[in-house]
């Protein structure tokens, strides 16, 4: 594809429910990340995984969140149990290894 | 620990004013900095960034940064603003050792005066 994309647009869901996020990379790119960008907080990184080594989940705020990546393409992120502090736009970016990295449009997830 | 400092939240300016965006850095080893945009409802879009060479990097859209090692910044700057300018600006800087990932600033959101 021309560049990353993220699906759904936007989410709303009850607290409690769980949610998956997808992110399919630009083709090519071995990189995959994962961010979150709340309200006055800016962007937080969350995951990252290069080819098939073991993911980088130092950013990952609790054992709710969780993420795959199948084949070294798309990804999924997962988020049990969501909370109302689990609002925020969820960013993928990807590249090819240490370059810069693009972004897709982002997932809005509203937990009510 | 790396950290990128956005000190101005919000910045007005009047179209065709000229424009400078801060910011400032912490990181251990030689950076790579990036300018962002990111208009409403959109995701983030590369302005420009540096690796290394010239100190000067021109960008898209008219832009241009400035590293400054000495005092740690990256500033972002246009001679002359369009109103669709309008939008939030972010500065990241890559972590070159481990895990290649973007420390993001807080942004800074920019409104332009007709």
């Known amino acids: 594809g021309a560049g990353v994309s993220q699906s759904p647009s936007n989410k709303v869901t009850e607290k409690g429910k769980d949610v998956e996020l997808r992110c399919d990379p630009i083709?090519?790119?071995?990189?995959l990340y994962w961010y979150r960008q709340s309200l006055g907080q800016g962007l937080e990184f969350l995951i990252y995984f290069q080819g098939n080594s073991a993911p980088d989940k130092s950013g990952l705020p609790s054992d709710r969140f969780s993420a795959e990546r199948t084949g070294g393409s798309v990804s999924t992120l997962t988020i049990q149990r969501t909370q109302q502090e689990d609002s925020a736009v969820y960013l993928c970016?990807?590249?090819?290894?240490?370059?810069?990295?693009?972004f897709g449009p982002g997932t809005r997830l509203t937990v009510l | 620990a790396q950290s990128v400092t956005q000190p101005d939240i919000h910045i007005t300016v009047s179209e065709g004013a000229s424009l400078e965006l801060r910011c400032n850095y912490s990181y251990g080893a030689t950076p790579y900095l990036f300018w962002y945009v990111q208009s409403p409802g959109q995701g983030l879009q590369l302005l420009l960034k540096y690796f290394s060479g010239d100190t000067l990097v021109q960008g898209i859209k008219g832009f241009e940064a400035e590293f400054k090692r000495s005092q740690s910044s990256f500033n972002l700057r246009k001679p002359s603003v369009h109103w669709s300018d309008a939008a939030e600006y972010f500065c990241a800087v890559a972590t070159t050792s481990g895990t290649y990932k973007y420390i993001f600033g807080t942004g800074t959101r920019l409104k332009v005066l007709a």
């Open positions: 970016a990807s590249s090819s290894g240490a370059d810069t990295q693009y």
């Open positions: 083709s090519g790119h071995t990189a």
